[in-house]
């Protein structure tokens, strides 16, 4: 029976690695990549390079950047009194594609899952507790609908409200079990302007 040629073989296997990449999807990425040109390659191989040497975390709210501060932290214009608290940095740009939502941000780096192995401990929580300073009017828990999102937002509550900040949660206009990356800006603008206080 014929197979694939070693190299095409090898191509197909990185491709697999590839979150959310089956077999299927792997072979048609890997049979795609020798349809193109040499310089097609070449300019996907060298956005790739770039983006891994210059992308870093942002030093005050951990969003992916290639400049530090990142350019939501270093505007003026921003409401610096409110801290959007969102698990990933696509959740954060979702957000932001709303326009419904001028303060600043602070991201986790996901939400607490024991199932996972992510606990407090591997989160961004103490670094976001460094932030709350008397300057600091609320804190907006903008966490996925799902059950890790809110263990992570009770979490959240039990350690902000002895510090006398303001916490809300965005409003449900968000489906349960669904990721922000997901919706659709007039949901997620919804969502917002509908937030309220959490009480526990």
Do not use: W
Not at 35 to 63: D, G, P, Q, W, Y
């Amino acid at each position: 029976m014929a197979e694939y040629a070693e190299s095409l073989k090898k191509l197909i296997e990185e491709f697999k690695k590839l979150p959310g990449i089956g077999p299927k999807s792997a072979q048609r990425l890997a049979f795609h990549i020798l349809e193109v040109s040499s310089e097609e390659v070449k300019s996907l191989a060298a956005a790739m390079l770039t983006a891994k040497k210059n992308i870093r975390h942002c030093s005050v709210c951990f969003n992916l950047t290639d400049k530090d501060p990142c350019e939501i932290c270093s505007d003026r214009s921003r409401e610096n009194s409110v801290i959007g608290v969102v698990e990933e940095p696509k959740d954060l740009i979702a957000i932001e594609r709303t326009g419904g939502f001028r303060g600043m941000y602070h991201v986790l780096g996901g939400a607490i899952s024991p199932l996972d192995g992510l606990g407090p401990e591997n989160l961004r929580i103490k670094e976001l507790l460094k932030r709350i300073t008397p300057k600091i009017a609320e804190v907006v828990l903008a966490l996925n609908p799902s059950t890790e999102g809110e263990a992570t937002a009770l979490y959240l509550h039990k350690l902000l409200k002895p510090l006398g900040v303001k916490i809300t949660r965005i409003a449900y206009g968000l489906p349960v079990g669904a990721d922000m990356d997901y919706a659709d800006p007039m949901t997620l603008t919804r969502a917002l302007e509908g937030r309220r206080e959490v009480h526990v």
